[in-house]
């Protein structure tokens, strides 16, 4: 793939920002490869912290990510949120990704939100084919996504949103002899999300369950002469549970299902196929394929699924602690690790932070910390009359 060509090419410090469920695609064949793999990072540090989980967990500002489907019941009017993530630091210094997340009510039932994820890459020094210096340059990528969420019963709502893609790479810079450009796709995302208050014993408690299919959109390309690759396109499903312990304390669980819809690398002899599916196909087609391609059969298709699991506690709607834990096949990453973190409700602003901590050694996502702020557009109006 073109994509790959430009990482041999000295851009090698592009390896590090493979999705989080592709990191050793160049050791491990059976690893699926996707550009802008931003897409796919939790941009939040609540979901951060809760083992990257987010599709059918309670709604907040962030759920553009996971499932834009929960605006529409939300508890608010309006609000927005900052989030800032030192990426990979543990390998590369300079690598950050940022959040900016909008929302507003339209009435009881209808909720438009608005969001821009930026991944700045660091500092790179592009060379020529024999190695010698050209310049240096910043890469960088960004998704600008809208949204429209709507209650369509009692208990089930439905959302989708828009996504425009940039990702420049290479700053034009041409690449082995070929001529090279920026990125861009356009996508949409698919969600939905259910929830109902039940009864467990004596306590009150609310079950939840969603489904997000995200990124559903063109391939990207960054040479006019080179065949453009899928972008992240996912599947997420994810049900949670939580209950009012007394007046004063809250716990909730969630767990998610992850799968990639794109397809799984065949296993070649040569130019030649000899078990799983051409991986050159049309976007619908890669959809359905995704179920069925993996040169292992029925077994290796299931490792294809990342499972996150979080758990969230509340004291007095005012202070949290998290904690989760997300597993990977071996075969198709091996990213384990756990999360944890806090997080601080005032008057005006939520205050969230996540930590966390690798199951596997030389780990690059090693002391990854997450950073994130809210706003509830009423408190502040609220605040300023006072």
């Not at 030192?86 to 210094?93: A, E, G, K, T």
């Not at 997420?236 to 990639?260: E, H, T």
């Not at 002899?269 to 050159?280: A, E, H, L, Q, Y």
């Not at 996150?308 to 602690?321: L, M, V």
Request: charged fraction near 20%; proline fraction near 5%.
């Amino acid at each position: 793939m073109f994509l790959k060509r430009i990482m041999r090419s000295k851009l090698l410090v592009l390896t590090l920002i493979l999705p989080l469920f592709t990191f050793t695609a160049f050791s491990q064949q059976k690893s699926i490869h996707t550009v802008v793999p931003f897409l796919t990072i939790s941009p939040d540090a609540r979901s951060g912290a809760m083992g990257d989980v987010g599709v059918a967990t309670t709604p907040d500002v962030y759920s553009m990510h996971w499932n834009c489907a929960k605006y529409a019941v939300i508890d608010g009017n309006g609000g927005f949120a900052l989030a800032y993530t030192p990426w990979l630091r543990s390998l590369v210094p300079d690598i950050n990704i940022a959040n900016l997340s909008v929302y507003t009510r339209i009435d009881a039932r209808q909720v438009i939100a608005a969001s821009l994820v930026y991944s700045s890459l660091g500092t790179i020094q592009l060379t020529d084919g024999m190695g010698a210096p050209i310049r240096d340059y910043k890469p960088n990528e960004f998704s600008l996504d809208a949204a429209y969420s709507r209650l369509l019963t009692e208990n089930f709502s439905g959302g989708i949103a828009l996504r425009f893609i940039y990702s420049n790479i290479t700053g034009g810079t041409e690449v082995e002899g070929y001529a090279t450009k920026a990125g861009t796709a356009f996508a949409a995302d698919i969600s939905g999300y259910y929830s109902d208050e039940i009864g467990l014993g004596t306590k009150n408690g609310t079950f939840s369950a969603g489904f997000n299919f995200s990124n559903i959109g063109s391939k990207m390309s960054y040479s006019s002469t080179k065949d453009p690759e899928f972008i992240p396109m996912n599947m997420r499903l994810g049900a949670g549970l939580s209950m009012s312990l007394d007046k004063y304390n809250k716990l909730g669980v969630s767990l998610d299902l992850n799968k990639l819809l794109v397809p799984s690398p065949p296993e070649m002899i040569g130019d030649s196929i000899v078990k799983g599916k051409n991986p050159d196909v049309s976007v619908p087609v890669a959809i359905f394929q995704s179920f069925y391609d993996a040169p292992g059969g029925f077994s290796e298709e299931m490792k294809e699924f990342m499972i996150g699991f979080g758990a969230e506690y509340w004291y007095n709607d005012q202070f949290a602690i998290r904690a989760g834990y997300f597993n990977e096949s071996k075969i198709k990453g091996n990213l384990k690790y756990f999360t944890m973190g806090a997080g601080l409700r005032l008057n005006i602003f939520t205050l969230d932070f996540s930590y966390l901590i690798p199951l596997t050694q030389t780990n690059p996502l090693a002391r990854t910390l997450r950073f994130s702020l809210s706003f509830d557009f009423e408190s502040l109006r609220n605040a300023r009359s006072r």
